[in-house]
């Protein structure tokens, strides 16, 4: 049983950080494509990508800043939390395998507003950035956790719309 709770605006302090891990799948990759209907070859197309300057089958951007926000509803402030804005720069592709690690650094406060800004990183298995950028987010006002929802199995299945 896993059980998420957050962080109120008056509990966050400016260089408090979060992190989370995660290993990217080709199962990761294919539900996103699937999710997204963005079936780009670079993703998902091994004879393809392997042409191209990744020299191999890449993550979707997206995915992997999914995992901040991941860490931001469920976390980092967590629970509660309002997304208001998110900056992204991709520094370096990610490839299958790796592993991510999404940290949150608390930047600022705005004690009018009860606003945050919080520096993001996502970095894969050798230390290097991948993702950067900065999110702005207004934290709880109240404590509380909760129970992660279970999801029942389901499958995905490809459609193609125009």
């Given at each position: 049983m896993t059980?998420?709770?957050n962080f109120t605006y008056e509990e966050l302090t400016i260089g408090q950080t979060a992190s989370m891990?995660?290993?990217?799948?080709?199962?990761?990759v294919k539900a996103f494509a699937l999710v997204t209907h963005d079936y780009n070859p670079a993703h998902l197309d091994n004879e393809y990508a392997e042409q191209s300057q990744f020299k191999g089958?890449?993550?979707?951007?997206?995915?992997?800043?999914?995992?901040?926000?991941?860490?931001?509803g469920t976390k980092f402030p967590g629970l509660g939390t309002i997304y208001l804005n998110q900056s992204l720069s991709f520094?370096?592709?990610v490839h299958i395998d790796d592993t991510l690690t999404a940290t949150l650094t608390v930047k600022s406060k705005d004690d009018s507003k009860k606003w945050v800004v919080l520096d993001c990183q996502v970095t894969n298995q050798e230390g290097k950035a991948v993702v950067t950028g900065e999110a702005q987010v207004i934290p709880p006002t109240e404590k509380t956790s909760r129970e992660a929802v279970k999801l029942d199995d389901f499958t995905l299945r490809q459609t193609f719309t125009e």
């Open positions: 059980i998420f709770s891990t995660r290993q990217v799948t080709a199962d990761d089958v890449i993550a979707h951007g997206m995915w992997t800043a999914g995992l901040l926000s991941a860490l931001i520094r370096r592709p």
